[in-house]
């Protein structure tokens, strides 16, 4: 075990002893994880994550509420769940305390603002001085963290076996530096006589991560090195051999270089503890992409703007690394679920790439989705034999 995951406790307040379901294993979704984990060792078909009808990505309808509320939060999370665990997808219904990006720099002690209709934001930045005493700070009796483990408790008390609770949004080394210390990270990283304090801030912040994340884990009885991620989604997918979740965004902000230098040294460094990660980001940087491809730690990769890359190359990146390639995919203008799911499908074929597909275009009829998910199967199935 990595000397990241044998760091301090939280403090005093214990973690939960593992809740009696959170879900994780479940039997009533053993089925599905038995696919994921068969997808992992190169066997079957690509996956497709089909959603239930149109809807927005993130529920943010009397938020301020649910927020501070977790038998409301959960309320509101279970029912998206729940009508996917008999619906024609491959993911696994999923929910999380839906929280935010705040939610580990408001452990770090940073204030936000929770406002409805829209996700929480962080409010002042904080001083280099305030960064350096959160150094190893006991977070356990945090307000985010109790929403969180109070949604877990609940979860675990429902008897919704056949739903998997999952991580609140944990970010990335340095997403979290830049919510914490604003933009004058940018300002130091290119002052030759601040690449100390950079380096400080950026430990800081790693210890922190992994500090929480093995601590949610403990909480929901999950391995180190294997994990069900939603992705914020009510579709999760089972990760047999990586444990943990980034996010990048602030990433795309800079220079290759400074990719090189700042955030990719604390990509292998979150990772470590975890057997490897699942890997997220919003934006173009396209040799952004093709650095997280050579890393070898990072398992897969999902984008949040798709349509700002050519497909082809991205699935010719993924399949020339062995990287899958966890997304939403770019629709052509005018094109039905079928021609998209057809286009698509070939392209896995033609390239060779591992594919989990989150679509954004696909029927709203059962049997229509259940077509484009045998159809999916076996365009795809052949791309990996």
Request: aromatic residues 10%; glycine residues 8%.
């Amino acid at each position: 075990m990595s000397e990241l995951r044998q760091s301090p406790s939280p403090g005093p307040a214990k973690a939960l002893a593992q809740p009696p379901l959170t879900g994780w294993r479940a039997g009533a979704t053993a089925e599905r994880q038995a696919l994921h984990e068969a997808f992992w060792r190169g066997e079957g078909s690509s996956l497709i994550l089909i959603p239930v009808g149109q809807g927005p990505l993130y529920d943010t309808a009397d938020y301020a509420v649910r927020f501070h509320d977790p038998a409301k939060m959960w309320e509101g999370e279970i029912v998206r769940a729940r009508s996917v665990i008999d619906w024609p997808t491959d993911g696994i219904p999923t929910v999380r305390p839906n929280l935010g990006t705040i939610f580990i720099p408001a452990l770090m002690g940073q204030k936000y603002l929770v406002q409805n209709g829209q996700m929480p934001w962080v409010r002042a930045t904080l001083s280099r001085e305030e960064i350096v005493a959160a150094r190893g700070a006991e977070f356990a009796r945090a307000e985010v963290m109790q929403l969180a483990e109070a949604f877990y408790r609940i979860h675990g008390a429902s008897g919704e076996t056949g739903v998997i609770a999952y991580h609140p949004d944990t970010q990335g080394v340095f997403d979290i530096a830049h919510l914490l210390y604003g933009d004058a990270i940018f300002l130091d990283m290119m002052d030759p006589g601040a690449e100390a304090w950079m380096d400080e801030l950026l430990e800081i912040c790693l210890d922190f991560m992994v500090r929480v994340t093995c601590y949610i884990k403990d909480l929901l009885g999950e391995p180190d090195e294997a994990m069900v991620h939603g992705h914020a989604t009510q579709q999760g997918v089972y990760f047999s051999d990586v444990g943990i979740r980034l996010s990048e965004d602030t990433a795309t902000l800079i220079s290759p270089g400074s990719i090189k230098r700042f955030v990719l040294p604390m990509i292998e460094k979150a990772a470590a503890p975890f057997g490897g990660a699942f890997f997220h980001y919003c934006g173009r940087h396209t040799a952004f992409f093709e650095m997280l491809c050579r890393m070898p730690c990072v398992r897969a990769i999902d984008l949040g703007n798709p349509e700002m890359y050519d497909t082809r190359w991205l699935m010719e990146q993924c399949a020339a690394t062995g990287t899958v390639l966890h997304s939403r995919l770019a629709a052509e203008p005018g094109e039905s679920w079928e021609g998209y799911t057809r286009r698509l499908g070939q392209l896995v074929r033609d390239s060779g790439a591992r594919c989990i597909l989150r679509p954004l275009i696909y029927p709203e009829k059962r049997d229509e989705c259940s077509e484009m998910k045998e159809l999916w199967h076996d365009l795809t199935i052949e791309s990996i034999e």
